[in-house]
């Protein structure tokens, strides 16, 4: 296991990128943030597995891949079964001793947005963490299919608007809670499970790093910030995750063996949820009159999930 | 100091997205694969860009500089290299070495100002400039340190 | 290493038994599969492989055949080699994986026990799931039996390897009819099996890490025209490779295989073209029918995708009237197989009649005296000289006759 050190982001940036630039994403995109400190915070080789999705249609777009390791894309909902069998002929080629280089050291990894990961690839990726491949899977959850122009997904928030969950005279936004699928994942048994955000750069080069070292399926969930369809200035995409992260909208912290949870990042002034609702155009429609108690229901909700997870902390579970 | 010619500077940036002239029919391989590598690309991981040999299918040989309408232009006498501007650019465009930062990789750099938003410098060590101002006279109209302000 | 699984010279073996052998003699790296009525014994056979030893792959027992094709995809771009089985829904679900696979250029073996596809639900073989694999882009071979079920799943390795052709490859039988039924085999020794497979040579290995590939990119109007007519052309020029391949096999097994088969039609007047089991019914018919005085054969075929266009004309050459037997509900159209056998003979210099018959829905049989009626009625059509009964009827349905159009010819 040979994994750079990251005691500090000076020594960081001496890795060598192997995420490539001219891709197509959006400027200010978080995802490519996300893959890239990925991808620089190991040196092994790397065999990765993409969902349909943005990042997929913006970096392998024919005759160009801003991919240095192996790379494969399938379909929308198929990136964990993909890695599954190339995991598995990983290790059938080992046995038989049919691998260019049997002891060179590999990680597999898929990525998936939100809708590949909590709607349409639920079940490859529930099956895939079932059973037990080796392999670290990334959601990218920017909490909407950005990538068709912005429509809901189930890691839609309450109150937001996107296209198929709009805000009009007569509703709110999006009317249901985000599903919560890291509870999911942990309950899969799954001996690493985290929710990282990229402007917490170490913290989740940790997590990254963990799951890479665990042996068996890991799952982590990332904040995305789209600047696209949450309506926000590209430049700001690591101001609007601070907010995330400081009015605990977007709580970090990992899950263990599926019980031992430990909280990664308390903030010290734990900041009102209208300062995170009120930077997006997304969540421009809460600000009316009519609309302040789904602001409270808001609130609410992350109160109570930070109370749950500090005793859940305390409590080993 | 902006945009060091650095070797890699050969390959990167030379192709325009769409790509039209780079592959014929001749060339479209078995199952549209791409390779990122010319030759043995063993260890990739620990060479720097201007060591490797990118294929010419390696995005890193193309540009997206024609979607930038304003620029990131880099102080090198304000930075601190605290390589805030390295880890969160999402297009790897912030060129560090040995834990110095040199400047902007302009081929593949959109404009979208996150390195800017991120430095922590007084005056900022980079600031956005409109894309056809002259890097020079950038420089010369760098702002002084702000004092802070009085609550 | 695997522990070492006898065969005999001779075995009795079932449709299902006989494919799982080949899975095991080829040394499959991976399977990746789900199973469902009547494909499953190939995948349980496998997994008692598995779990006694007689196998060094991987076996992935997944939730769904769409992942079961999606493993498999992902194992075969890490550059080994990889099979699976499945039937009826469980291919309708992989439906979209079939066209990716093909797509990459992935050489896996799909073992497919034909299956009606719902609704009504059905577990009985006939040719629905065959057919909507059609234009995916895989080679298609058909097996009648136990017997050509295992040799056509060995030569199925042979061919999708070939760097020319590096193609996916089905092998069908007919759900219980061949897959439940115990036949005679006579295998390949494990070590003539194996060095009549050969070993798979990578291609765009995912798992060679001096030459990073990217595998699925995307390509608009701009691109993906010239790749997908690659493919195709790939799969036209696939077919000298498979019958290099049959050759190559008849020289280890003494069995000799053709994309198109012909029975008794050296003089035949009259003829029944079709797929699967029913072939070896027509030829029992079609030798009756000699005794009746009428000079009938029969025409098979063994190679579905690519589709042998001129083979077909050739085999047809001297036929009056050609009865094409679609198993598999048209959906508003002529039988496909009726299709291309009638595209076939349409720039043919005989330019004979060709009628459609849809028969054995759902596992309903087909008689010898069905198959004799059709004979009849080619023969009637024969004398007349253009087709005296609807172009498209029916056979062994409950009610009124059911036929479809009426000849301009006469």
């Known amino acids: ?163 198929t969950a709009q805000a009009g005279t007569h509703s709110y936004g999006k009317k249901q809670k985000k599903k919560d699928i890291v509870s999911i994942m942990a309950a899969h048994g799954a001996p690493y499970v985290a929710q990282l955000a990229p402007n917490k750069w170490k913290a989740m080069a940790k997590g990254f790093q963990k799951a890479l070292e665990t042996e068996g399926p890991c799952f982590i969930n990332t904040v995305s910030p789209c600047c696209t369809e949450w309506k926000f200035e590209p430049k700001d995409t690591i101001g609007i995750t601070d907010l995330a992260t400081d009015t605990l909208m977007f709580p970090m912290y990992e899950i263990i063996d599926g019980h031992e949870l ?38 609410k909700n992350i109160d109570d999930d930070w109370a749950m997870l500090q005793r859940r902390e305390e409590a080993r579970v | 100091m902006q945009d060091l010619k650095l070797k890699a500077a050969e390959k990167r940036g030379v192709h325009q997205l769409g790509g039209d002239n780079l592959v014929g029919w001749d060339e479209v391989t078995q199952g549209i694969v791409l390779t990122s590598f010319e030759g043995d690309a063993t260890d990739v991981a620990h060479k720097k860009a201007e060591e490797r040999s990118y294929s010419d299918f390696n995005s890193y040989t193309a540009t997206v500089a024609s979607w930038r309408v304003m620029k990131p232009v880099f102080n090198i006498d304000v930075c601190i290299d605290c390589q805030n501007c390295w880890v969160w650019c999402p297009d790897s465009s912030i060129l ?25 410098t007084n005056p900022k060590s980079l600031l956005m400039f409109s894309e056809y101002e002259d890097l020079g006279d950038a420089l010369a109209s760098w702002p002084e340190k702000k004092k802070k302000e009085k609550k | 290493m695997a522990v070492e699984f006898e065969v005999n010279e001779r075995e009795v073996w079932d449709g299902n038994y006989a494919a799982s052998q080949a899975m095991r003699q080829a040394d499959v790296d991976v399977m990746a599969a789900y199973p469902i009525t009547p494909s499953t014994p190939i995948v349980e056979n496998y997994g008692a492989y598995v779990a006694n030893g007689y196998v060094d792959g991987e076996f992935v027992m997944v ?88 040799d056509l799943a060995l030569c199925a390795f042979k061919v999708a390897e070939n760097h020319a ?144 266009y001129e083979e077909v004309r050739e085999a047809l050459r001297n036929c009056k009237s050609i009865a094409v037997t679609d198993r598999s509900s048209p959906g508003g159209a002529m039988g496909a197989f009726y299709n291309e056998v009638a595209a076939a003979m349409m720039t043919s210099q005989s330019r004979p009649l060709v009628t459609n018959y849809i028969y054995g829905l759902g596992g309903r049989d087909i008689s010898i005296e069905n198959l004799k009626t059709i004979f009849r009625e080619q023969k009637a059509n024969a004398d007349a000289g253009y087709i005296t009964t609807d172009i498209q009827q029916f056979t062994n349905l409950r009610g009124p006759k059911l036929g479809f159009c009426k000849t301009e010819r006469n």
Request: charged content about 25%; glycine content about 8%.
């Open chain 1, 1 to 163: 296991m040979a994994i750079t050190s990251i005691k500090n982001l000076k020594e960081f940036s001496t890795n060598n990128d192997r995420f490539e630039g001219a891709h197509t994403l959006c400027p200010g995109c978080a995802h490519s943030m996300i893959v890239r400190e990925l991808m620089n915070c190991t040196d092994d080789n790397l065999v990765i597995a993409s969902n349909t999705g943005c990042l997929e249609v913006s970096t392998a777009v024919y005759p160009f891949t801003s991919w240095d390791t192996s790379w494969i894309h399938i379909g929308f909902e198929n990136a964990p079964s993909a890695i599954s069998g190339a995991e598995a002929m990983h290790k059938a080629r080992k046995k038989k001793g049919t691998l260019k280089d049997g002891e060179a050291p590999v990680k597999f990894v898929a990525f998936g947005g939100d809708g590949s990961t909590y709607d349409i690839g639920f079940q490859w990726l529930s099956g895939a963490m079932e059973r037990g491949h080796d392999f670290t899977y990334i959601c990218l959850d920017n909490e909407n299919y950005a990538n068709t122009g912005g429509q809901r997904s189930s890691a839609t928030p309450i109150g937001a608007h996107t296209s």
């Open chain 1, 262 to 299: 430990n909280i990664l990042y308390r903030p010290k002034n734990i900041l009102k949820v209208e300062d995170y609702l009120g930077a997006q155009g997304r969540y421009k429609h809460l600000f009316k009159p009519e609309n302040k108690h789904v602001i409270e229901l808001i609130q």
């Open chain 2, 96 to 120: 560090s070495r040995d834990k110095q930062m040199l400047g902007i990789d302009y081929d593949h750099c959109k404009g979208c100002e996150v390195c800017v938003e991120v430095c922590p």
């Open chain 3, 63 to 150: 939730e769904s055949e769409h992942a079961a094709m999606s493993a498999c995809i992902g194992a075969s771009a890490a550059g080994g080699r990889v099979a699976t089985a499945t039937s009826s829904q469980g291919f309708a679900l992989m439906v979209e994986t079939l066209y990716q696979a093909s797509g990459m250029r992935l050489p896996i073996v799909l073992n497919v026990v034909n299956r009606a596809l719902a609704s009504p639900l059905n577990v009985r073989g006939d040719h629905a799931d065959m057919y909507l694999g059609r234009d995916s882009g895989w080679i298609q071979f058909g097996a009648f039996n136990a017997q050509e079920a295992y």
């Open chain 3, 165 to 308: 052709v590096r193609l996916p490859v089905m092998i069908h039988q007919d759900g219980f009819i061949t897959s439940h039924t115990a036949q005679n085999v006579y295998p390949l020794s494990n070590e003539d099996a194996i060095k009549f497979v050969g070993e798979i040579v990578p291609v765009d290995d995912m798992l060679d890490f001096s030459r990073p590939v990217t595998y699925g990119a995307q390509t608009e109007e701009d691109w993906h025209f010239e790749h997908k007519a690659k493919q195709h052309k790939a799969l036209m020029d696939s077919m000298s490779i498979i019958d290099d391949v049959f050759a190559e096999f008849k020289k280890v097994s003494g069995r000799e295989y053709k994309r198109v088969e012909s029975y008794d039609m050296e003089d035949a007047e009259v003829c029944v073209i079709g797929l699967g089991t029913t072939v070896e019914s027509a030829r029992v018919a079609a030798k009756e029918m000699r005794k009746e005085g009428v000079k009938a054969g029969v025409v098979a075929i063994r190679c579905f995708r690519p589709f042998p």
